[in-house]
């Protein structure tokens, strides 16, 4: 049972936006940043957002984060066959003193 | 360009410890404000948080795990080390070495650089 949760599945069709929710409490998203990652069997993990909303470099403007109270989301738009992925996002929780993740995602595009 | 690559045995055995290590290249393990962190993915389960440590010996570590993990730093190697004590199935996963970005005020921000994963199954 992961700390903050997440729809095991989304699925839209190419050209599309979807958006996938990360549900927390105030000991976790509630007080502290939000990441998110792209993990895709047999690649290395991919950061995709880091502190709510900020992209690394190299990072498409497809990819969008927000967070509201204890809650974030993760857009992408103008959805790719390439993006069908697992998505996970993470946060620190404050109460225990370490790092929180989704239980992920599945992106399908179809 | 940092690139990370974690290494060790595909199998141990129940009660054993698993070891791995995670070798930096591309930039040094004495970075600040950098730590180094263990994720692992259990077959078919989420990322799970074991641990993280810095080139200073400080750590962070899972609630749940704290009392069989151990994490090392090697500057000289440039490398980092996980030690998982008395493993059961449970602890097959794969394992991933990643940089952990330390905020201000004592927390973790965010996996910024992973390697790519090595599975280690428990199993006699």
């Known amino acids: 049972q992961s700390v903050l949760t997440q729809p095991p599945s989304v699925s839209a069709a190419p050209g599309q936006k979807v958006t996938i929710s990360c549900s927390g409490s105030s000991s976790n998203i509630g007080s502290n940043f939000v990441s998110w990652y792209q993990l895709l069997p047999g690649t290395v993990p991919k950061l995709l957002i880091y502190d709510n909303n900020k992209r690394p470099s190299g990072i498409p403007d497809r990819f969008s984060g927000s967070k509201s109270d204890t809650s974030a989301t993760l857009d992408i738009t103008g959805l790719q066959t390439g993006d069908e992925a697992n998505y996970y996002c993470g946060t620190w929780e404050t109460s225990l003193s370490f790092v929180v993740f989704g239980g992920g995602t599945k992106l399908t595009v179809v | 360009q940092l690139r990370l690559q974690e290494s060790g045995p595909g199998a141990v055995r129940p009660s054993e410890t698993l070891s791995l290590t995670c070798t930096v290249s591309g930039g040094a393990v004495t970075s600040d404000p950098y730590y180094w962190g263990w994720i692992r993915q259990p077959p078919g389960k989420g990322l799970e948080f074991i641990g993280s440590i810095n080139f200073r010996g400080t750590t962070y570590d899972s609630p749940s795990l704290r009392r069989r993990v151990s994490m090392s730093v090697d500057t000289s190697k440039n490398q980092f080390s996980l030690h998982v004590y008395s493993v059961t199935p449970a602890d097959t996963a794969v394992y991933y070495c990643?940089?952990?970005?330390?905020?201000?005020?004592?927390?973790?921000?965010?996996?910024?650089?992973w390697g790519l994963g090595t599975l280690v199954t428990v199993s006699s």
């Open positions: 990643a940089r952990v970005f330390e905020g201000p005020g004592w927390y973790l921000g965010y996996f910024d650089h």
